[in-house]
């Protein structure tokens, strides 16, 4: 793949991220999300370039905010849309919801909503691939509460101690102290702090770099991914993003509109709401605007991606939607290992 094809690959990734987490939204705007949820929206440079980095044998575990993951490494929007919504056309029936969705067949075995859990389980499955010399490292993508818990210190000692093939990946996306609901926070300002200090202190090897910088973050999780892949040993990603204004303390909201890509060509302005954002950290419309400016794609060709993304987009929501609900009696079911029903 040449350079030009790749920036456009990523371009389409991140468009997919962004309209799917917009539809989910629309579904909320209309009452039909059965549960909490949330959007990645922001952060989707993050999601593509760590997945792109990763290979087919890698394992990549996550957490609740975790649609960007899913889709960046492949997972069908159909499926999600019908997840979320507790229908039958679901990866799990309809069973883990917004919170809990799983995609083993693309090496995604676990997502979880706990705060700090993912670290200690992902080390554990660096550790199994180190001790049966299986191929591939483990990736773990977080966020920065994680690193108010106990899990995440003794997760990041072991994987120093053990010296594991694991990929920590925090997305840093500031949420004030206001908007927590918790007094617990590090004891450093929390949007100046150094997060990669941490487990500096542990011997691990680390790195700090902007969630607008699509390109940077592509050669950086490249690097990182093959250098833990080469060592066998962990490495820490602190990626800085800024919160997106619709990102609620409780229930994510439309800030303003939804994504126009001709503000990149100055046609219009975002809504008030958005458009500090939008300028200056939106991975998406800065990567549309620097490709733009490169030539490397034009407004025409921008706009068709954007129509056939938005048609498959709205074909899966509605697909979802028409979904049945999953019968009563399926809650007995896949309620242990091996059993199919039960009465």
Same mark, same amino acid.
């Given at each position: 793949?040449?350079?030009?094809?790749?920036?456009?690959?990523?371009?389409?990734?991140? +468009?997919?991220?962004?309209?799917?987490?917009?539809?989910?939204?629309?579904?909320?705007?209309?009452?039909?999300?059965?549960?909490?949820?949330?959007?990645?929206?922001?952060?989707?440079?993050?999601?593509?370039?760590?997945?792109?980095?990763?290979?087919?044998?890698?394992?990549?575990?996550?957490?609740?905010?975790?649609?960007?993951?899913?889709?960046?490494?492949?997972?069908?929007?159909?499926?999600?849309?019908?997840?979320?919504?507790?229908?039958?056309?679901?990866?799990?029936?309809?069973?883990?919801?917004? =919170?809990?969705?799983?995609?083993?067949? =693309?090496?995604?075995?676990?997502?979880?909503?706990?705060?700090?859990?993912?670290?200690?389980?992902?080390?554990?499955?660096?550790?199994?691939?180190?001790?049966?010399?299986?191929?591939?490292?483990?990736?773990?993508?977080?966020?920065?509460?994680?690193?108010?818990?106990?899990?995440?210190?003794?997760?990041?000692?072991?994987?120093?101690?053990?010296?594991?093939?694991?990929?920590?990946?925090?997305?840093?996306?500031?949420?004030?102290?206001? =908007?927590?609901? +918790?007094?617990?926070?590090?004891?450093?300002?929390?949007?100046?702090?150094?997060?990669?200090?941490?487990?500096?202190?542990? #011997?691990?090897?680390?790195?700090?770099?902007? #969630?607008?910088?699509?390109?940077?973050?592509?050669?950086?999780?490249?690097?990182?991914?093959?250098?833990?892949?080469?060592?066998?040993?962990?490495?820490?990603?602190?990626?800085?993003?800024?919160?997106?204004?619709?990102?609620?303390?409780?229930?994510?909201?439309?800030?303003?509109?939804?994504?126009?890509?001709?503000?990149?060509?100055?046609?219009?302005?975002?809504?008030?709401? =958005?458009?500090?954002?939008?300028?200056?950290?939106?991975?998406?419309?800065?990567?549309?605007?620097? +490709?733009?400016?490169?030539?490397?794609?034009?407004?025409?060709?921008?706009?068709?991606?954007?129509?056939?993304?938005?048609?498959?987009?709205?074909?899966?929501?509605?697909?979802?939607?028409?979904?049945?609900?999953?019968?009563?009696?399926?809650?007995?079911?896949?309620?242990?290992?091996?059993?199919?029903?039960?009465?």
């Amino acid at each position: 793949m040449s350079a030009l094809e790749s920036m456009k690959d990523s371009f389409e990734r991140m +468009l997919l991220i962004r309209r799917f987490e917009e539809g989910m939204l629309r579904l909320h705007r209309r009452r039909l999300l059965p549960c909490h949820f949330h959007v990645s929206i922001g952060q989707e440079a993050t999601a593509v370039a760590v997945c792109r980095a990763a290979e087919e044998h890698d394992v990549l575990f996550t957490n609740h905010r975790s649609n960007g993951h899913l889709i960046a490494r492949g997972a069908d929007p159909g499926w999600m849309f019908a997840e979320q919504l507790g229908r039958v056309g679901g990866n799990t029936n309809g069973k883990g919801g917004t =919170l809990h969705m799983i995609a083993p067949e =693309l090496g995604m075995p676990w997502t979880t909503s706990l705060v700090g859990c993912v670290v200690p389980l992902a080390v554990g499955a660096a550790l199994v691939h180190k001790q049966q010399r299986r191929p591939g490292v483990v990736i773990a993508f977080f966020g920065d509460g994680v690193m108010e818990e106990g899990a995440f210190y003794e997760g990041i000692n072991l994987a120093a101690l053990w010296q594991v093939p694991l990929v920590c990946v925090c997305e840093n996306n500031g949420v004030p102290a206001e =908007l927590r609901g +918790l007094d617990t926070t590090q004891p450093s300002t929390f949007l100046a702090r150094r997060l990669a200090d941490i487990p500096s202190a542990f #011997g691990i090897p680390c790195a700090t770099i902007d #969630g607008a910088d699509v390109e940077g973050l592509s050669d950086l999780m490249t690097e990182v991914v093959g250098t833990v892949r080469r060592n066998l040993a962990p490495y820490f990603v602190e990626v800085r993003t800024t919160r997106y204004p619709g990102n609620r303390a409780l229930w994510p909201e439309l800030a303003g509109a939804e994504t126009d890509l001709g503000w990149a060509w100055d046609d219009g302005e975002p809504p008030e709401e =958005l458009a500090a954002w939008s300028r200056h950290s939106d991975p998406l419309m800065g990567f549309v605007r620097r +490709l733009a400016g490169q030539g490397a794609i034009s407004r025409d060709e921008a706009t068709r991606i954007d129509a056939a993304i938005a048609a498959r987009i709205d074909e899966a929501m509605e697909s979802a939607i028409g979904s049945p609900h999953p019968p009563p009696d399926s809650a007995y079911r896949d309620v242990w290992a091996g059993q199919e029903t039960s009465s």
